[in-house]
């Protein structure tokens, strides 16, 4: 399982929740600029026991990802009108993870906050969300961000850890390089 779209994990009023939060915080933490070109991609860092944390737990918990993991560190992203595509990267460093076949590897988790929440990924191709969806992806997803050339797009992340991979990284993030065939 490198990638997992859940639809419609979020109630409407839990997509509230999200947005209030999103509103609340907005007044006191800075929107920065993150891993982009352009700059037009930005991230708003949520606080661990904020209640936007707390429903991303819930989600996670209901979720069949939720065994032995738990939410490290959650943040809302915003994409401005004219925002590029990210280059295609892991969140976790594939080299540190281990991948044994009873070991929960550490993942990733995206929500849509409004339709058409995009995500780049290598071996899935464009995985379009629509509000309220979610899509969990583990450490050995290829994924970038998504252009958003004509509109801006709110959504909401999340870093899972695992009972093997307590913490998230640490303002890293591992590009993927394709490996070139040798031709004779």
Same mark, same amino acid.
């Given at each position: 399982m490198a990638c997992n779209v859940v639809r419609?994990?979020?109630?409407?009023?839990?997509?509230?929740?999200?947005?209030?939060?999103?509103?609340?915080?907005?007044?006191?933490?800075?929107? *920065? &600029?993150?891993?982009?070109p352009?700059?037009?991609r930005r991230q708003m860092e949520v606080p661990q026991h904020h209640v936007a944390a707390q429903l991303a737990q819930?989600?996670?918990?209901?979720?069949?990802?939720?065994?032995?993991r738990h939410v490290a560190q959650c943040s809302f992203l915003h994409s401005e009108a004219g925002c590029k595509a990210q280059q295609l990267h892991t969140d976790w460093d594939p080299k540190? *993870?281990?991948?044994?076949?009873?070991?929960? *590897?550490?993942?990733? $988790?995206? *929500?849509?906050?409004?339709?058409?929440?995009?995500?780049?990924?290598?071996?899935?191709?464009?995985?379009t969300l629509n509000t309220g969806d979610a899509c969990f992806f583990d450490a050995t997803c290829v994924h970038g961000g998504a252009a958003y050339i004509d509109n801006c797009n709110t959504?909401?992340?999340?870093?899972?850890?695992?009972? $093997?991979?307590?913490? &998230? &990284?640490?303002?890293?993030?591992?590009i993927f390089q394709a490996r070139r065939r040798r031709t004779k």
């Open positions: 419609g994990v979020l109630s409407s009023s839990q997509l509230q929740e999200l947005w209030d939060a999103y509103a609340e915080l907005r007044e006191s933490v800075p929107l *920065v &600029p993150i891993f982009n352009g700059g037009r819930s989600i996670l918990s209901i979720s069949r990802h939720g065994r032995h540190k *993870v281990s991948f044994g076949r009873h070991i929960r *590897v550490p993942m990733s $988790m995206l *929500v849509a906050m409004q339709d058409n929440t995009l995500l780049i990924t290598l071996h899935h191709g464009t995985v959504r909401f992340f999340a870093y899972i850890a695992s009972d $093997m991979w307590r913490t &998230p &990284p640490q303002d890293e993030t591992y």
